[in-house]
C-alpha cells in the first residue's frame, strides 16, 4: 500500500501544553488536515489526498497570505500601528486581512468584484470591513479596475498600506515557509504530485518550490510533477479567456500581465478543466466523501482526478482545497445559478441542493 506511512491526524495527546493554551486565533493560522479522498479515489491505483484549507480561522487558505504579508510590513515598518490595510480581492484574501485587522487594529477597505458570493461579502462585513464593489473585468487600464481603486484610495488615505497579494514576495513564502513544508510532513515525503488551482499563483508557486526541492534532495533523480488546475475562460492554461466562472482563480490577461507571486517555470503542466466537470467534482466531493468545498477545491480534485488516473501505480497526488462550501451556497449549490450559468452536473451526481427548496 502506498500510503502506509502517510500519518494520520488527530492524535490526541493526554495534557495541553501552556504554548497551546496560549494560543490565540492567528496563531491557529496554517497547520490544516490532509484528508484521503476515500470513495472518489478509490481503484484508482494511486491516492488522492486534500489539503483543507477551509480549516482556517477565516475558512480559506488566503489567512495564510494576509498574515504573512501583515507580518512582513511589520517588520519592515512598511505598516504602522493603526494604518488603515488597503487591498483589491476576489473575497478571501480581504477576509483574512479583515480578520487580522480586526484583531491588531487596523482597520480594512477591501475592493472586490460585483460577482462576490453573498456569503464572503457578509464575511468581509462581519470583521468590519469597508467593502468597495467593482467591475472585476475592467481592463487595467480603466479607472474602474479594482487594482486601480485600490491604489487611489491607498493614496488618499494617510498611512495606508497597500499588501499587492499579486506581487507581494510573502505570499509565495507563506507556502514556502508553512504549507509545503506541512504537506510534506504530512504525506512522510512521499507526494508525488501537487495540483493547485492559480489565482495570484502564490499557492501553487510556493508549495511547488519548496516540494520539488525537497524531492530533489531526498530522492536522487526522482521528480515531482506540479500540476496547475485551470478553469475555462483564463488566459494561464493558453485558452481563449473569457467568461470565468470559477471564484478566485484564472487570469483573463496574457502573459506580460501574470502577477509576480507566480513563478511560471515551477509548474509542469496545465489541466483545463469544463465548468460542468468542476460543479459535478464539487457536488461529488459532498455526496461521497461528505466535503462541503468551494468552486475552486472542485477544480483542483477534478484534475488530481486526471492526473491519478494517467500517473504510475502507487503515485501520491495531493490537491489543495482553498476554501469552503459553505462560501457558495447561493452558487455552487443553488441549481438557479447553475442553470442561469449553463453548467450542467453529470447525471450521476443528485441534483443541487437548495435549502428554499
Ligand atoms: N481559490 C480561491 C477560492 C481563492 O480565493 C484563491 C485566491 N484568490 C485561490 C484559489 C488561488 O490561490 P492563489 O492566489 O494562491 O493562487
Known amino acids: 500500500m502506498v500510503n502506509t506511512a502517510i500519518r494520520k491526524h488527530g492524535a490526541h495527546s493526554a495534557e495541553p501544553t501552556p504554548d497551546v493554551l496560549d494560543a490565540s486565533v492567528l496563531d491557529k493560522v496554517g497547520n490544516t488536515p490532509l484528508v484521503k479522498l476515500e470513495a472518489i479515489g478509490r481503484g484508482l491505483g494511486s491516492a488522492i489526498h486534500v489539503k483543507l484549507e477551509s480549516e482556517n480561522p477565516g475558512g480559506s487558505i488566503k489567512d495564510r497570505t494576509a498574515l504573512s504579508m501583515v507580518r512582513a510590513a511589520e517588520r519592515s515598518g512598511e505598516l504602522k500601528p493603526g494604518a488603515t490595510i488597503v487591498e483589491s480581492t476576489s473575497g478571501n484574501t480581504g477576509i483574512g486581512l479583515a480578520l487580522i485587522g480586526h484583531l491588531t487594529g487596523h482597520p480594512v477597505v477591501v475592493v472586490t468584484g460585483d460577482t462576490i458570493s453573498q456569503e464572503k461579502l457578509a464575511a468581509l462585513h462581519n470583521y468590519g470591513a469597508r467593502v468597495i464593489l467593482t467591475d472585476w473585468n475592467a481592463p487595467s487600464e480603466s479607472p474602474e479596475n479594482a487594482r486601480a481603486v485600490a491604489a487611489r484610495i491607498t493614496a488618499e488615505t494617510p498611512g495606508a498600506w497597500r499588501p499587492m497579494q499579486f506581487d507581494n514576495p510573502a505570499n509565495p513564502a507563506a507556502h514556502y515557509e508553512n504549507t509545503g513544508p506541512e504537506i510534506w510532513e504530512q504525506t512522510g515525503g512521499l507526494i508525488t504530485h501537487f495540483v493547485a488551482s492559480i489565482g495570484t499563483g502564490g499557492t501553487i508557486s510556493g508549495n511547488g518550490r519548496f516540494l520539488k526541492e525537497q524531492v530533489a534532495a531526498s530522492r536522487p533523480g526522482g521528480h515531482l510533477e506540479v500540476v496547475g488546475a485551470d478553469p ?126
Open 232 to 357: 475555462y475562460g483564463s488566459a494561464y492554461s493558453g485558452g481563449h479567456p473569457g467568461e470565468i466562472l470559477v471564484d478566485g482563480v484564472g487570469n483573463s490577461w496574457p502573459e506580460p500581465e501574470w502577477p509576480k507571486a507566480f513563478n511560471r517555470g515551477i509548474v509542469d503542466r496545465f489541466l483545463r478543466i469544463p465548468n460542468d466537470e468542476v460543479y459535478t467534482t464539487v457536488h461529488r466531493l459532498l455526496d461521497e466523501e461528505g466535503l462541503a468545498l468551494g468552486p475552486s477545491s472542485g477544480l483542483a480534485v477534478a484534475a488530481a482526478l486526471r492526473v491519478a488516473r494517467a500517473a504510475p501505480h502507487g503515485s501520491v497526488v495531493v490537491a489543495i482545497a482553498p476554501d469552503a462550501g459553505t462560501n457558495y451556497l447561493s452558487k455552487a449549490f443553488n441549481p438557479v445559478w447553475l442553470a442561469e450559468h449553463g453548467i450542467r452536473l453529470a447525471a450521476d451526481v443528485p441534483e443541487a441542493r437548495n435549502p428554499r427548496e
